[in-house]
């Protein structure tokens, strides 16, 4: 980069008035007395508002309204949930009809979400809270109060103003833009001219906020009306350079007007406050004293109606979302007087055509252009490129738009950023010289959104292969630490079978004793699982287990008995813990006594029925229970049956249960007389364990016990 | 309701290439008329066949590659070529020189290689470059100023002679060229080199009646013609400073350098600025936008490398002048030095 001259420098040649400039630039005709000379009059409300959420290069706010809300003018619509959101207001008092996509104020068209409204005449104010000393507030509670109020940039760029006011890099220049050096447009001039003060205010507020070294507020000298009013202004503070600068296009552009009045550029990748500049508009100054002194959010701003397709040329106050339609037909539109028609939103030079009159005014729109015939030459083909360097001796950035235009054109999108296609601020300079007619920003404009597209989709596509290649790395990784320890595994059991003849024996006797454990844990685990996964296996071992369960009846039965006789016999003189014990072992022996008896009593039913089935017996017993058999024959047949089937299921799981407590018992108490009465023990046992199994069915019963 | 959708800038200069290329043609005028003053009316007719003939090989060949005929003729770049070369070459060559020349600019090296904007070489000058080495006689039959000739030649005269190689009352292009003292002329710059070349000193060469009398300054009067012509060009904005700036610069420094060393044996640099195309060339043909260098720091080195080179081929070389040759030389190095000139983008480091 050029040198960049000191503070001091620049001071020196401010004050002298010897700026410095930017190359290249052009000289269209100006066109502004067509509106610059009437006062900025006021437009009577439109039947509808359209009010886009998001206004600004930004996020848009949260919409805080709903179909049907009643609102007061200057009543929030959103607020601000992120530090680059700004919300936006109702311009009038009204009721919000629609929250949905309405043709946005943009070269696309596209449709955004935008809140349409119908204001009800009263235009009644919503409680306004102005700041009168705001000196004394702290400075996040001033740019809360201005990123609250809707402020973003009204020169055309919209960027938030809360984000360049909390800057925390030193401000050697606070500059002020006047310049407004696009055709046509008279916006700004007509402001300065007529509220040269509230501006002033606004820069007041800026200063408290940035406390920069110097003010600069520079007007192009095509306007010496506007500067004469902010000269005076500004006559009481002598900090604040009031600069006339000579009228070129693009002076107005951040990055020229910086490098016009400190010489200095701002780095390729870099922002104003880099090189210690901060630059605003002078309709955002204006609307900082709104949202201070008066507490007014941003609801309105001044728009250039002009064209010679308009009988009343002029500047008006228009309320955000006033459709454009209202404004051409309130400045007189003659759409017949148009070859074909045309409005255009903002400058010739850098404005865009609108795709329908319904397209709304919003926080950047400084001007509505509607060109009658022959005002400004319609779009001819474009001829073959002569190579003939206007465009490079126009471009105030030093590139070289005809190698744009033809890596553009080619598609050598390698080429074009390397001539710096990115630097391009889309001035138009050089489309507006071309003798040609190459509509040479929409090649750069198109070049551009081809990088952008083909730079997400490489970085999708490297992302996608990185997540392979990490996905790949990672298998491959674990597959190597896995061998790498089987390795070292196998290489450890080798050196400690060398090293030590025993270990083999441990290792033997671990492998048993895991084995033995094995087999140990598969035994229980068996017993649960066998019902459900081996059914014939079950029966196998069920005869085991009915061993078991016998026994295991057999002792409870026999420790019941003997419950009941130590209860009965020795409740009395029992210590009070050893009397609880025997209660609860009496009780507990008693419900089993009680259920061992009705177990055996619905053995004997079981046998009775099955005796009764059993066609040899039916003879013997045909006298007196004949009937009652016959009837209870089928019944019970069905309820053996069903008996059966669930003894077979429970069965084992309950003497698993019973072995378990049965081994208990054992320790305490082996069964002494288990040679003499054995069959008898059993055969009653294996009544038990039957009647149980039924009697786990019944639930009621069990409920009971 | 349907508008009409343009992307900006809406508002374009009313300056298109045809009416450029005009302009330059209208610059060209005092020269012409300067040169029909001080040399007869041949320019004149060459200027009638060099415009016929352009308009037609363009409209032929856009025919042949399917492009717009009437739209691209509006251009005037075609016109434009056939005067530059019609000014360039003897005014009473033989139709056939400028009809063959300008048939060579237009439809080899112009539209053959892709039309107007395409074209690496500057056609007039490539165009030149071809008839001078291939017809050195007649591309060297340089009239004397009138006032100096025995034989004025009338209009009708031009035009037959153009024609059928003599003047209606039988002289031929030889015998024009005889003075009133009976000696046949060259041009200055001819007359210089091979007066040089024949052991003379450049005072003894110059000091010839022909040369700069009271009333034989023609060649200077035409020179000035086209100056004046040309800074109206850089006035209206049609061409920049540069290259016409930095060609005469390098020419006069050039020619210094070798008049300090041996102002015997070197001409003056005036002598060599007066003299040939080195002022139309500066102004209108080194000028070409296409065949030239674009960026502002290239035109200096393009103009100053051609300034160089007319010097370098005027001492060194066989032909007498060599605008032609150092401009087709400069437009082969007009890319690299595209390349390498780059200005530094706004915000860039340098």
Known sequence: MAITPSFDTVMERLKRQDLWQFPGGVHPPGQKSLSNTTAIARVQLPEVLYIPVRQHAGLEGSVCVEIGSQVLKGQPLTYSNAPYAVPIHAPTSGVITEIGEHTSAHPSGVPELTITMRPDGNDTWTELFPIHHYQHLDKNALIERICDAGIAGLGGAGFPTHIKTSSTKPVEFLIINGIECEPYISSDDRLMREHAWQIRQGVDVLNHLLSPKCIVIAVEDNKPEALKALNIACEDNQEIQVVSVPTVYPAGGEKQLIQVLTGREVPRKGLPNDIGCVMFNVGTCFAIADAIFSGKPLLERVVTLTGTALQKPQNVWALLGTPVSHLLSYAGYMPHNQNEQQVIMGGPMMGFSITSLDTPVVKITNCLLAPAKNELPSAADERACIRCGFCTDACPASLLPQQLYWYSKAKDHDKTQEYNLFDCIECGACAYVCPSEIPLVHYYRKAKAEIRNQRDENDKSEKAKQRFEARKARLLEEKRLREEKHRLAAEQRKQAMAKDGSAQDKIAAALARAKAKKAKTAAQTEAVEQPIDAPQKSAESSTVKDKQAKVAAAVARAKAKKAEQTTSAQSQPASEKLDKQAKVAAAVARAKAKKARKQAEAEQGVKQETDVIDPTATDETTAAPGKKAKVAAPVARAKAKKAAQKAAQSEPAEAENDAASVAEVNDKEPPKEKTAEQIKREKVAKAIAKAKAKAKQNKSGENAE | ?350
């Not at chain 2, 200069?13 to 007869?40: E, N």
């Not at chain 2, 009138?146 to 037959?160: I, M, P, R, Y």
């Not at chain 2, 040369?211 to 100056?227: D, E, F, H, N, P």
């Open chain 2, 1 to 350: 309701m349907k508008l009409s959708l343009a992307s900006s800038p809406h508002q374009h200069v009313r300056r298109d290439t045809g009416a450029v290329m005009r302009l330059v043609c209208y610059a060209a005028l005092p020269g012409i008329l300067a040169q029909v003053v001080f040399f007869g009316w041949g320019v004149l007719v060459q200027l009638i066949l060099a415009g016929i003939t352009a308009v037609a090989a363009e409209a032929v060949i856009l025919m042949l590659r399917k492009k717009p005929i009437k739209r691209t003729l509006q251009d005037y770049s075609a016109v434009l070529t056939g005067l530059l070369l019609a000014i360039s070459i003897p005014p009473l060559a033989p139709w056939w020189i400028i009809v063959l020349g300008t048939c060579f600019a237009i439809i080899i090296v112009k539209q053959l290689y892709g039309g107007l904007g395409f074209n690496m070489f500057n056609p007039a000058m490539a165009a030149y470059v071809m008839l001078l080495i291939s017809f050195p006689v007649q591309m060297t039959n340089w009239l004397p100023p009138q006032s100096l000739v025995e034989n004025n030649a009338s209009l009708l005269d031009a035009v037959w002679v153009v024609f059928t190689g003599y003047t209606v009352e039988g002289y031929s292009v030889a015998q024009l060229k005889v003075d009133i003292d009976g000696i046949s002329m060259a041009t200055p710059l001819d007359h210089v080199k091979t007066a040089l070349m024949s052991g003379q000193t450049v005072a003894e060469a110059t000091n010839v009646s022909f040369m700069y009398g009271t009333t034989g300054a023609g060649w200077v009067w035409v020179t000035l013609a086209y100056l004046f012509g040309g800074l109206a060009l850089i006035q209206q904005r049609v061409i920049t400073w540069h290259i016409p700036g930095s060609m005469i610069a390098a020419v006069a420094l050039v020619s210094l350098l070798f008049y300090v060393v041996s102002p015997d044996n070197y001409a003056s640099p005036y002598f060599h600025l007066i003299n040939g195309s080195v002022i139309v060339g500066a102004f209108f043909i080194a000028t070409d936008p296409v065949s030239a260098s674009t960026t502002p720091r290239g035109r200096l080195v393009f103009g100053a490398l051609i300034g160089f080179w007319i010097v370098i081929i005027r001492i060194f070389g066989n032909y007498p002048d060599a605008v032609a040759f150092a401009v087709v030389i400069m437009n082969m190095a007009v890319p690299l030095i595209d390349y390498y000139t780059q200005p530094r983008t706004y915000g860039h480091r340098a």
